[in-house]
């Protein structure tokens, strides 16, 4: 203590009963330290069955220390794809195959949606949850397919839950909705933690292993394509689709978001999308904007096309389209 | 005549027609190009763009080769109403067209186009196309119709007649998908509202506008 | 150091002692986060699914918190600026509580953000070169940054003038009077990144205002001192610490002054949205009369508004200003008021309708407002003990000089 100490006030602690102070005070302590103790270890008991979803320590510690994806060496991807595989294999009973996919060089995904042509079905949407393995307990929808009047752009007045006896119903017109992989993406730079950016082929990725949870990127998106797994998402085993890629449809865990990711699993190795797949009237195309004889270079060269919420300045690579062509000088 | 027990318009010897709309899937390595050897006319192409490859549509027809029954009959090149046996209840073009419009009266394994003799079953899109040139164009670059399992490559398309009954083209209405559901846990946007709160907007709604910023 | 670490002992010490209410005060807090504890075990083991948030609503109550506490925090810099740049020296007494409310509002709102995030595991993927950071480009980095650095700052500017204090030395001016301006500035700066968190959402027509971030600002410097007025009276109540009248009398004047220049902005927005509304009014038409048959904030934001204007006529009234019971009165309810405002209405409006034009509403679940108890718990759990700990070296130090 300094030597400057002028005698002790009234309402400090006085030396005399320092130790019985000192006493009283451990043996507080030692109460609260004991009953923290125990609920701690029961607590930890609690956390710790569930947290670690049954997995092994060694597991659950690779998982914590993974690093990002694009800082992954080739060993530590090896790795952590063999987790993967494991988690699925514990979680469901079901041997799985996740691939790191890369994008296929030359590539950049373009996507046309022909609104002449969409009926309102929702096929893709049942199809892009099956090849997707999207939690049908968490209920994850990548795509949702709005129904307006004739006429009518204003989204306000659009209509998720159409559900009539038969589509399409007279006077309404349908526009599916997911991910439309921007150019210049808001969810990307709002992300704290870079979990999300857009990969080489044009496709805006998220490294689910990375994710915090935060919720930044939804707030920031503009069009309702980013969804969050509140909880741990449920496959049902049999209808798990155990071809999966790191980047893509792998199964993903709760506390992170995921969104449509143009079946990165499938593009980059060039079959479509499942959403195109499964659409009975062929109004979906994807394609290669790069490549001029591509469909979709037709398709914007040639058809009327518009794309949503242009003015944001998102540059989105989702169009759609009509049947109508443009007009030629 | 055992075709006499079948009858009705529903055209049952194209089995997808049941589910028209619906694209089968087709194992990608059965492809027709066409005419096999022959280079493609002029006529048929657009900007010098070939033709894309179809997958066979002969073997998706219960009844082919036509000619099993129909080499015992004379065809009647009159045009008129047919009976109900072979009607197929032909509702395209709005009485402008009838049967031997499109199928060749020699040779009824074939179908037949104006400019040059006769075309297979599985090119049958040649027919479709000389109406419609501009969809069959859009076809050709992939603005229109279904692409066949790659997105990328030598494109293989669908044949018009995949989708479209091409005596009764009209697409089938149907039942769709389930609505999207809500976030596990929470009840959908109506049910969190009382009744009268439901009427309060059923009432709103039969009104006239106020505001057509928000209505 | 031994002097340091008997100087952290010997300020603590002071938590230990305490009347019947004093211990009751405490024991509730800590059952309150025992509360927090209960639910947030729900929380880590099944996911953010106990609460009410969707997809739609992505953020709710805990942000709506952590909006409003950061508010809380930057308006300590309200007693500093008195204090050192007017030098009125009454203030000097309070400086040192003012930033230990700061510290207790920032880790408030930390707190909110840290039990808000799905994978709390993995916070450490914010931290630069270890994880990755996406700074400057991203607004919410920036805000991990300033608030970081604001609770630095608060612990280190107190820590040092206490230490100086209880060594019996007067601390030099000039040793820390640059921290304080930076501390200054740095408040402003912690609310305004808090705003442009909001406001760079160009996807949320609600909060893509450029009048956002002044209307932080303000609104905390209305929030902030309501909470000083009282927590002020209650120091004076349950301690001899010396706490003069003409603080309360400055922090009403500024209290007055932010609630009209709130008010004014907030008539301003509805100016701007109501006058002739376009389709990016929904969500303002929504909060204050309702959208297509849902109305669920309507009677929140009316009361809001009901108070702030309540507590404005009290505070502008020279009588009931100087009165300390209407005082408090419109302390109450300008805190309430803009709780409602800047919390809950801005937050979960800002998602209704969504940008495809869905309306679906939220309402926080009991797990939720569980969680969050033990929250608010922890920030008046540090700010006793910072607040007693403090008071007593100042006694200490004032009687020895």
Partial sequence: MSKNRKPVPSYREDTENTDLARRNFFKKMGLVAAT??????????????????????????????????????????????????????????VEIICEDTRPI??????????????????????????????????????IRVLELNEGDRNLEHSDHYYNPETVPTEGKWYLPVQCFQCDNPPCVTACPVEATWMDDDGIVVIDYNWCIGCRMCMAACPYWARHFNWTEPQIPAQELNPNTDYIGNRPRMKGVVEKCHFCSQRTRKGRQPACMEACPTGARVLGNLLDPSSDIRYILENKKIFRLKEELGTEPKFWYYTDEARARS | MPLAALAGDDPFWLPSDKGRGLAPQVAADRFVTAPSGAPEPEFSRYDNRLPPRVPPREDQLIFYPCSQCHEFWKTNPEPRELAPVHNVGLQHGQGRLWCLVCHDQENSDKLQILRSGQ???????????????????????????????????????????????????????????????????????????????LAVLEKKQAQPVENPAHE | ?????????????????????????????????????????????????????????????YIANFAFFVGIAAAAVLLIIPAYIFHRQDFRSVVLIGEGLAVAAVLVAMGFVLVDIGRP???????????????????????????????????????????????????????????????????????????????????????????????????AFTAGPALMIIVLQLIRRFTVYPIRQSIITMLALILTISM?????????????DFYHETEHAASIHYLFLGLHGFSALTIWIWTALAFNIIAVILLMIHKTRTNMVTLNIACVLAFI???????????????????????????????????SAGIYALGAFVFTILTKGGIAIELDYKISA
């Fill in chain 2, 119 to 197: 075309v297979d079953f599985n090119e049958s899109w040649r027919v479709c196309g000389q109406c419609h040139s501009a969809r069959q164009k859009d076809w050709y670059y992939g603005a229109h119709g279904k692409r066949v399992y790659d997105w990328q490559g030598e494109p293989e398309r669908y044949n018009c007649t995949h989708c479209h009954n091409p005596h009764r083209p009209p697409l089938i209405q149907r039942k769709p998908q389930p609505v999207p559901p809500v976030r596990a846990g929470l009840e959908p946007m109506q049910v969190y509202f009382s009744q009268q709160r």
């Fill in chain 3, 1 to 61: 150091m031994s002097t340091f670490l008997h100087f952290l002992v010997d300020g603590l010490r002071p938590s230990l002692r305490g009347g019947w209410l004093y211990w009751l005060w405490m024991l509730f807090l800590l059952a309150l986060m025992g509360v927090t504890a209960w639910n947030y075990t729900d929380q880590w083991n099944q996911g953010l699914v106990i609460t009410g948030m969707s997809d739609q609503v992505s953020w709710g109550f």
């Fill in chain 3, 337 to 371: 008021g803009i709780w409602i405002e800047k919390g809950m209405a801005l937050v979960v409006t800002g998602f209704i309708p969504t940008p495809l034009g869905e309306i679906f509403e939220y309402s926080p679940t009991l797990q939720e407002l569980g969680v």
């Fill in chain 1, 105 to 142: 060089p030359g590539t950049y995904f373009g996507y046309a949606l022909n609104i002449s042509k969409c009926r309102g079905y929702r096929d893709c949407v049942t199809a892009c949850v099956k090849e997707n393995n999207l939690g049908r307990d968490s209920q994850v929808q990548y």
């Fill in chain 3, 121 to 219: 595991d993995r916070v450490w993927h914010a931290i630069p070169l270890l994880g990755r950071f996406n700074w400057p480009a991203s607004i919410l980095a920036w805000d991990i940054v300033v608030l970081n650095g604001y609770l630095l700052l608060n612990i280190a500017i107190p820590m040092y003038i206490l230490f100086k204090h209880y060594q019996g030395k007067e601390p030099d001016i000039r040793h820390y009077f640059l921290f304080l301006v930076l501390a200054m500035f740095w408040a402003i700066s912690i609310h305004t990144v808090t705003a442009f968190v909001f406001s760079s959402a160009v996807s949320r027509p609600f909060w893509h205002t450029a009048l956002l971030a002044p209307r932080f600002i303000v609104s």
């Fill in chain 3, 260 to 272: 009209q220049i709130n008010l004014f902005l907030a008539g301003s927005e509805m100016f701007t």
């Fill in chain 1, 36 to 93: 923290g103790t125990v609920a701690t270890i029961g607590a930890g008991k609690v956390i710790s069955k569930q947290a670690w979803g049954g997995a092994t320590f060694e597991d659950a510690l690779g998982d914590f220390f993974q690093d990002h994806y694009v800082r992954m060496t080739d060993d530590e991807m090896v790795d952590a794809l063999a987790r993967i595989e494991r988690k699925a294999r514990r979680k469901f009973g």
